[in-house]
């Protein structure tokens, strides 16, 4: 019976230990905070269950339009009645409750789990220094390691640390401010933003690059300024913060162009860092830096018998890819092959509207000399969103334009984190254009849009 050691439990360490285990292994997972990472303790789950709520009060202020008059005031009413601290307490139950899901899983699968800090001690020995104080020694047949990332400030933020809020603590605010700058138009800075802005706070976010979502398709990142714009989000694209000061009740940013902000709080979104410094990866004769170790893209193998998931490989920082990452590390480590396929990770942001993509986009494809054809639906035209004034957006597949073979989507627009599943189905059958317009779509739904993109 293979020994395996897995280093972090957070979604890529927790998927790989309970495949091992199924596999035949006896595992042990070291895992120094809370069992589901940053993922599930302060960052996909929280942040999904406060943004349903800032959803659900956006759409509480929206209803007198269909009520008899006199309605707005009862809504504005309601609205103000918000209260934070019952919002955060459902927050808190969910990650709870998943929490112990995973605790109880490892536990059915005989998986023993270490509260520790692990560190390589050689290549088939890790060293654990357990909360208790006390260490252990763990021999080995391989190791998993999936020790995750955490906030990055870079100056002028990195002094401010311990005063401003970063994507894991902003979720323990005791209030909400008055006023919120973000720095940082990606993923988190947008959903953070929207999620705000729906509570009531008066949102800036700050974007170096010329526009939000930097890594998105441009026009789907135009569809979500658009949309929180005209909600009351101010953005400052192609600047930069230069200098941040605390101040008595607030922050003053200055901004690279001289205009300057004052806010109640700043939230950095600037993106995520790597720190292997505890686990002595020197003993194993691995470098690292901040954006991680090098590891095979396809087996997942960082040397030998050491495979690494998640954050610390740099291939993409999302929660379920890390989770696939482990799955087939641990396959590897235990002599079942198993090949990961980076390019078929769907890419979710839950803003309102929604984005979502999966497959190539049109840059990528087009660097591997595959002409692109566009195949687009807007909202505008669907039943389901003019019935439900949810026409924001629009989704579009993108094929090669030689075979019609489907090579990529992209869906900015209601439900888009949901139906991108089709297309990622799609796309691994390897279907054609032609093909995925044969398929049935119930109306009135939005999915309708994909056939209809499919049919242009």
Known sequence: MKQIVVIGGGPGGYPAALK??????????????KLGGVCLNCGCIPSKSLLDAAHRFHTARTLPA???DGAQAAAEALYAARAWDKIKSRQQAATRKLTQGIAFLLKKAGVEVLQGTGYFVDEHTVGVKLADGTEKTLPCDGVILAAGSEAFFPAPFDRLKDKIYDNSTVFEMPALPESMAIIGGGVIGCEMADLLNALGVNVS??????RILPLEDENAARVLAQALSKRGVTFYTGLSATDCTAREGGFTLTLSDGKVLQTQAVLAAIGRTVDLSALHMENIGVEWNRKG?????????LKNDIYAVGDVNGLFQLAHAASR????????????????HN??????IYTSPEIAAVGLSRAQAEAQGIPVKSHKAFLLANGRAVAQDQTEGYYELLSDAQTGRLVGAVLAGAVATELVHAVAVALAAQMTVAQFKEVIFAHPTFAESLGEAAAK
């Open 20 to 33: 091992a285990a199924a596999l035949g292994a006896k595992v042990t997972l070291v895992e120094k905070n």
């Open 66 to 68: 269909l009520c008899t």
């Open 205 to 210: 976010v700050v974007e170096m690059q010329p």
């Open 293 to 301: 170790v090098k590891v095979d893209p396809q087996t997942l193998q």
């Open 325 to 340: 990452q482990g799955e087939v590390a641990a396959s590897n480590l235990c002599g079942v092959p198993a090949v990961y």
């Open 343 to 348: 390019e078929s990770v769907p890419r979710a």
